[in-house]
């Protein structure tokens, strides 16, 4: 019997467009179950360990060790909220990050415009690392910083990006409740306000610009879907850069402290409280603050 070449099947151009209508609505459909698999209604405590209780574990592990803070935004120093431009943190936040950065180098990694955040924070003295950490720069008084240099790995993105920003504002202006937010080197769409029913909707309009862009890809955050760079570039790798710019290089000593009302998936060690739930994340900065001038007062001749 003789050998058979395979033979290749062949679509009809209504097969193909069929075919690639079912896999375009399966990713679809597939992005609507993840935003409802990010958006948990449950409202209890994570089980993680509290930082606060477990202060002076963490402190009697620092000893020694040079302490640097690295901060997200949202949900962290302000509670989310609907509108994402009235996310502000409160003045008692700001003075204690204030503080904390008078005795520890802290930084802001975020995945919001670094330009934005800062308006926010308002305070020059920190490191600010935006858009997922695509944007960064330091305090101009950083003489490893080289007085504030910026660190943008993923410049050339920037007219794509700002495309896509004003495409899914066209797309988007139909369904209730989104928001579209240039992040600079990220497109952010808010869904927090958008009726579940219209999710799938907008799950599409988003996947539909998003396969024009094979260099960008999507990721989720807190009642959020997100465009950036395919790039290995993350909050991760920020956080590395900044630790080299300080001169921290040994990164594996620190740790992670998730701020969450309900259990996730994290490889944080402790857990605080969302400052719309309690004022734990305060709390814990202005002790770390107390505990450093006490050491200094006792270290005193």
């Not at 019997?1 to 395979?6: A, S």
């Not at 934005?116 to 695509?134: E, I, N």
């Not at 504030?148 to 794509?160: H, K, N, R, Y």
């Not at 080197?185 to 808010?190: E, I, N, P, Q």
Request: glycine residues 6%.
């Amino acid at each position: 019997m003789r050998n058979q070449l395979p033979v290749a099947k062949s679509f009809s151009p209504t097969d193909l467009n069929l075919l690639l209508k079912k896999r375009f609505e399966a990713k679809t459909n597939a992005l609507v179950d993840s935003m409802r698999a990010s958006s948990p209604t449950r409202s209890h405590c994570s089980l993680l360990p509290s930082a606060l209780s477990m202060f002076d574990q963490i402190i009697a592990a620092s000893e020694g060790k040079q302490i640097a803070m690295f901060l997200d935004y949202d949900g962290t120093l302000s509670p989310i909220v609907e509108d994402p431009d009235q996310a502000f943190m409160s003045e008692e936040m700001r003075a204690a990050v204030r503080d904390v950065a008078r005795y520890f180098p802290t930084a802001i990694v975020t995945g919001r415009c670094r330009d934005k955040v800062y308006r926010f924070v308002k305070l020059p003295g920190l490191y600010y690392a935006g858009s997922h950490g695509m944007d960064i720069t330091g305090p101009s008084k950083s003489c490893r910083f080289k007085k504030g240099v910026l660190f943008q790995p993923a410049s050339e993105f920037l007219p794509m990006i700002d495309e896509v920003h004003k495409t899914l504002v066209e797309k988007t202006k139909s369904i209730g409740g989104a928001k579209v937010e240039n992040n600079r080197f990220c497109v952010s769409v808010h869904f927090r306000c958008v009726d579940e029913k219209s999710w799938a909707a907008l799950a599409e309009q988003v996947r539909s610009v998003l396969n024009k862009y094979p260099k960008l890809s999507l990721t989720q955050g807190k009642k959020v879907l997100e465009i950036r760079p395919s790039i290995k570039w993350d909050k991760g790798r920020a956080l590395e850069f900044l630790l080299e710019a300080l001169g921290l290089h040994d990164r594996g000593q620190g740790f992670g402290i998730l701020v969450s009302k309900v259990p996730k998936e994290t490889n944080a060690s402790y857990s605080l409280q969302e400052p719309s739930e309690a004022i734990s994340v305060e709390q814990f900065l202005r002790r770390l603050v107390d505990w450093k001038k006490y050491s200094r007062v006792a270290a005193a001749p």
